[in-house]
Antibody, heavy 121, light 107 residues
Framework: QVQLVESGGGVVQPGGSLRLSCEAS????????MHWVRQTPGKGLEWVAF????????WYADSVKGRFTISRDNSKNTLYVQMKSLRGEDSAVYYC??????????????WGQGTLVAVSS | DTQMTQSPSTLSASVGDRVTITCRAS??????LAWYQQKPGKAPELLIY???SLESGVPSRFSGSGSGTEFTLTISSLQPDDFATYYC?????????FGQGTKVDIK
């Protein structure tokens, strides 16, 4: 069965950096696009970033563009997001999510359990 | 960006009730709309995609309809397991955005 397991969350000071990982299993990771989606009580669900199955295209929400970098290692079945210049508004539960469709990659059929990022001094 | 607006924000209902949630897009999204269910402390789960296609394993009491800018999620007979928060999400064009959610709670 499909499993997505995030790790790397924690408490970080404003302006700091953090790298989240998502280890995938139960499907052919190298053939699906992958996303990061975050959730806060105040703003709800927010799509953050997408990477194509082969890493050739990467898209970002305007709120994180220039500060977050999504990447993947298909040999390790692992998705990453490097987050820098973190702000309080980046505090959220971060989910990795799998694209359901190759042709329309913008919706998600499996999600991880989430990892909490708290940006606080 | 396309904004997604759900109504109502909260819905109180009883087991066996027919429940309808509405999602409106700020511009046409064709039929590229998904619905998710989320329970407290859990990740969202895909219920419906392409506005009306039921995801594998999802009970048939869930259905979706609509096109263009107005969409609905209907639960034909609410079950105890259905008390949760429901989100719509468009995937017509980047960036993909979610509605603010509709919480279905017990009347």
């Amino acid at each position: 069965q499909v499993q997505l397991v995030e790790s790397g969350g924690g408490v970080v000071q404003p302006g700091g950096s953090l790298r989240l990982s998502c280890e995938a299993s139960g499907f052919t990771f190298s053939t699906y696009g992958m996303h990061w989606v975050r959730q806060t009580p105040g703003k709800g669900l927010e799509w953050v970033a997408f990477i194509r199955y082969d890493g050739s295209s990467k898209w970002y929400a305007d709120s994180v563009k220039g500060r977050f970098t999504i990447s993947r290692d298909n040999s390790k079945n692992t998705l990453y997001v490097q987050m820098k210049s973190l702000r309080g508004e980046d505090s959220a539960v971060y989910y990795c999510a799998k694209s359901r469709s190759v042709s329309m990659p913008g919706y998600f059929d499996f999600w991880g359990q989430g990892t909490l990022v708290a940006v606080s001094s | 960006d396309t904004q997604m607006t759900q109504s109502p924000s909260t819905l109180s209902a009883s087991v066996g009730d027919r429940v309808t949630i509405t999602c409106r897009a700020s511009q046409s999204i064709n039929n590229y709309l998904a619905w998710y269910q989320q329970k407290p402390g859990k990740a969202p789960e895909l219920l419906i995609y392409q506005a009306s296609s039921l995801e594998s394993g999802v009970p048939s009491r869930f259905s979706g309809s609509g096109s263009g800018t107005e969409f609905t999620l209907t639960i034909s007979s609410l079950q105890p397991d259905d008390f949760a928060t429901y989100y719509c999400q468009h995937y017509n064009t980047y960036p993909w955005t979610f509605g603010q959610g509709t919480k279905v709670d017990i009347k």
